[in-house]
């Protein structure tokens, strides 16, 4: 079972799951590698600098090559996950952190993508909640569109499980048939109701006699 999986509460369903956008590993990586190429400036600069000094520029280069191999980690099991009862923000490899927020108390969907995002599909998503939390923040999230689209659809779909059936009128009971064509009679010789209309209201309850 998934680390998804198990914050899954009973009949609650993944209906999405989106991930943050490769720009975001695009842009740690021209971090890094500004970083690695000033520390190899600085490795060429010492080596004439007696041994252990210029060694310990070069090993200097292990900083940005973990930087970014911990950032990818982190890219990867960071999700952004709705379902049909939440949407879900998890983090985190070994010390995981979630934020959820149900999806009766979200009171609006902001999208905004800029016209990069437009072309590479991704964009921001922030969701005004009714609850302490306030607001969530999804940042460069992939298709953005399609992920607004979901939670608004499931939200939709929990409203209408929510609103309760509208109790049916009971069957009128035999006996209470002829008080009921007396009661139509009345409201036809006042012009409340036309000769069709009576016609056929005094036809269906006869049927039920």
Do not use: C
Not at 123 to 133: K, P, Y
Request: hydrophobic share 45%; aromatic share 6%; glycine share 4%.
């Amino acid at each position: 079972m998934t680390y998804i999986e198990q914050l899954l509460a009973q009949n609650e369903e993944v209906v999405l799951e989106a991930h943050q956008s490769w720009v975001v590993l695009v842009r740690a990586a021209i971090i890094n590698l500004l970083i690695a190429l000033v520390i190899i400036g600085i490795t060429l600069i010492t080596i004439g600098i007696p041994l252990p000094y210029g060694w310990l520029a070069a090993l200097l280069l292990l900083i940005p090559a973990g930087r970014f191999v911990i950032q990818f980690i982190d890219w990867t099991n960071r999700a952004y996950i709705i379902t049909n009862r939440r949407v879900i923000q998890t983090e985190g490899t070994i010390n995981k952190h979630v934020i959820d927020s149900s999806l009766e108390k979200v009171n609006d969907i902001r999208l905004t993508q800029s016209v990069l995002g437009r072309l590479l599909n991704y964009g921001d998503v922030e969701i005004l909640t009714a609850s302490e939390l306030g607001t969530n923040n999804f940042r460069r999230i992939n298709n953005p569109i399609k992920f607004k689209t979901a939670m608004l659809n499931e939200k939709e779909k929990l409203g209408f499980e929510e609103t309760p059936a509208a109790n049916p009128q009971p069957a009128p009971q035999p006996t209470e048939i002829p008080a009921l064509i007396a009661s139509l009679s009345a409201m036809h010789k006042e012009g409340m109701i036309t000769d069709d209309e009576f016609q056929k209201k005094k036809a269906e309850l006869l049927a039920r006699m």
